[in-house]
């Protein structure tokens, strides 16, 4: 399956059909440390091996993106941590993650509300809550 080895660069996990999940793995800069960078997106691309890894370790795509570096799972608030380093830093929401990385409560608060925030943009466009790769193979 296209896109199911692991590499040594980044693999995001994010909502295609989220303009702030667009937006915000659009805007990394994450090519210039890695070299490489996959976007994987959960709505078109259930079957990839990140989200049927996330489905097995109980990590709800819905909940949060998922970013797999050199082996290393991030997910949710992590992941804001996470990108906060190599996000434009002329943007306002890399210029906030770089506020609360520094603290661990202030990013879970803002994840959360960033996640409320999706929930209401997908609402307001009709998208339906993500799957998980098992219901994509039931529906086969």
Known sequence: MKGDTAFGGVSIVYDGACPLCRS???AMALRK???TLALVDARTMPEHRLCRTAEER??????GMLIEVDGRLYYGAEVTLFL?????PGRLMTTLARVLRRSRVASE???ALLRGVRRVLLAFRGVDRLGKPSDAK???
């Open 33 to 35: 440390e890695y070299g």
């Open 109 to 111: 608060l803002a994840y």
């Open 138 to 140: 039931e529906q086969s």
């Open 84 to 88: 906060a380093s190599y996000g434009d």
């Open 24 to 26: 915000a793995v659009h």
């Open 58 to 63: 109980g990590l709800d795509l819905d909940r």
